[in-house]
């Protein structure tokens, strides 16, 4: 017959769901309201597949959720700032917003022929004036609030784009786009105070229990709480220094009896001092300063020192001095700028000492080692053990030893302080937000010589970015524009200057899912409609935004609380992150790599060969990987929707693997979900043939049981974010229907036209438009997308069934399945009602009925 035309019938339902404003949701909809959102694109141009899958997942829970009868909330919007736009800017000669808006004007349309279950009236843009606008003033209130602060701080600088990189920009010490060697530069920055938030932050994750363990780890690690020991050094006596003691921060205090030196940061204020006077050390610092600040390249750089000349008291071993070192892998921004060395026991150290002739002296043994023999080489010994080589703490485990020493150095003191104090300490740094960028959320505040750095007031925001900019400079061309900087303070009117940074990113990303509950509201939000939908039920993205992006959010979420906007203080309730895209590689003779729309596979056998499309060269087959330009080993959602349909592109996202795994992308899935679709046109067209009729027979009752069997796994399924085993369990339900109308068996139309109809009600979240179809043929009416979930009867959920023959006189002349078990009274209650028991009585009233329970009923008449 007829082949279902997905070409045909997905833009026409996509149409009539748009004008029936379908997805559509209203605030003041009295119905349980739930949230799912989707990480919101980038516009970049064109949607890829990592897009399709993120999206279909979304769209299943929003579909299910709705046919649950709850008012779904499901928008879209674009993080649309950032730096390819100003990129693209220079390269073609526009201006980064009609880049972004064409962009975002081509993926909408993309989006669009997915068939998400989208309410498009709540779109936002994070680049336009309607939303940076409330981004302005939560920055004003947050200043107030005490959230905000300038600071000076070394950030990583790229000599060539002239712009401040973020660590993750920064790539094997080079800038991630000019390829320059990135230097530190102090620059005047603005900072959003999260560390005020560390220790809520992480202790929060706790109830952050439909979160990936994976994730609240990774957030965990970031926040880096550790206890330790402030404890000072009394430095000994020197010309060069009216300094007294050094204080530094340790977490294994333990160790302190391996002491070897004491390690002062670059930036430390002693160093500083001691540089001015000492022209060898300034250049050691000069040259500390030439790398990035990236705790990656610091880790990786070789470890360098410079002995200052200064000695310190050894703080346990009376009479003992220890030598002063300038380091670079000490951060000044992390504890106090200074540690005590104990190579014995930590890898950079020992890799110091190695270098510059360190005493090692262990002082943790490990279980099972004689304390005579044991040595460390080159490799620190980090892990558990006894005290030794200790004095007063011999014997004691790290945990003990650490307290006991807590306790020397509280009651001692150096130069008029206690010696030691017990500090926790957080590695989460403030969040800087400052770019030295056009095409970002402007930083509402006014630098007035007179009156200092005052917010720009609330009536004029907001503060709009230039149409006017030329990227022919590079730097930040708002600073380049001949006007838009100069203004008078709003305070006393003289002449001033605005800030020329704009906000980073991932600020524009760390409120829009609270925007998306009043998109157009005139305040950033309206508390009572946000606190309604807050915390999004589900959110879904990629773990590549597990620790800053979600981080970001639920700081963001506690300054928009503290500042009155929302009420709550986490933003996402349910987090899930999925798998990626990943495709096979090929590559040509030539090395070069290979499009698979160039490549033909071909097997012989169990060996796999490709040639190429038009040469026919032989092409290597290589390994799977995310689909990647770099690699060409990516396919274009455009392309697969216009041959197979949004449908089958979905299905198979959703089909093939675990959600949180990655899918590899292959043509025989693709044409697998393809022909999985004809199968379920032809057997709804097939049902429909049967006609209506009633039928309660053993068969009916088998069809009935797999389709609520269905319906009930699917829901579990899809709120369990299985998608895979839903789909599973409709491919079973699809083999069961299949197969009950292969066998011809009378009597099943009602229970088939059942379950068909329930099949089309299971695949709709998956598969939108070929449910809308068969909906139709089914002649139902309305939409598929609005009828409610499908009911399931608990009775036929019972798993152990049995099937037992019925004999008449001695004749088996029907079957009837029950539950195992069934009492017989009941069975002989079911088999009299049987169509086909009373036919073959016709019309005699049995003399006895004899029911051996589970195994067969004999009728005598
Ligand atoms: C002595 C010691 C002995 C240390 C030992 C470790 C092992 P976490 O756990 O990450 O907080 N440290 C302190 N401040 C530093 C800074 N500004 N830059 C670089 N390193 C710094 O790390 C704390 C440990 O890192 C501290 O404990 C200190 O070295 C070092 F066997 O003190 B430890
Ligand atoms: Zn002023």
Redesign the pocket.
Known sequence: GERYNPRESEPKWQKIWDERQSFVTANDDPREPYYVLEMFPYPSGRIHMGHVRNYAMGDVVARYHRAKGKNVLHPMGWDAFGLPAENAAIERKTHPGTWTYSNIEAMKKQLKSMGLSIDWTREIATCSPDYYRHQQAMFIDMLEAGLVTRKSSKVNWDPVDMTVLANEQVIDGKGWRSGAPVEQRELTQWFFKISNFAEDLLEALDGLTEWPEKVRTMQRNWI?R?E?LRLLFELVPSENTETASIE??????D?IF??SFV?L?PDHPLTTELAEANSALAAFVAECHSHGTATETLEKAEKQGFNTGLRVKHPVIEGETLPVYVAN??????????????P???Q??LDLARKYGLSVKPV?LPAGEDPASFVVGTE?Y?DAGTIFNSGFLDGLSIDEAKRQIADYFAVRAVDNRSQGKVEV?Y?LRDWGISRQRYWGCPIPVIHCEVCGTIPVPKKDLPVVLPEDVSFDKPGNALDHHPTWKHVNCPQCGAPARRETDTMDTFVDSSWYFARFTAPQAETPTIPGVANRWLPVDQYIGGVEHAILHLLYSRFFTRAMKATGHVGMDEPFKGLFTQGMVTHETYKGEDGAWVPPTDVVLESTGDARTARHISTGAPIQIGSVEKMSKSKKNVVDPDEIVGSYGADTARWFMLSDSPPERDVQWTEAGVEGASRFQQRVWRLVHDVVALGEGSGDSADALAVRRATHRAADGVARDIEGLRFNRAVAQIYELTNALAKARDAGAADISSAMREGVRTLIQLISPMMPHLAETCWQVLGETGLVADAPWPEVDPALLVDDEVTMPIQINGKRRAEIAVAKGMVPAEVEGRVMALDAVQKALEGRTPKKIVVVPDRIVNIVV
């Open positions: 880096g550790s330790g530094v921060f340790t977490t294994r205090p160790t391996g002491a390690g940061s892998f000490i951060l000044m921004d992390y504890g106090t700028g200074a540690i005590f060395g104990c014995a026991h930590d950079r150290d943790v620190a980090t300490n590695r």
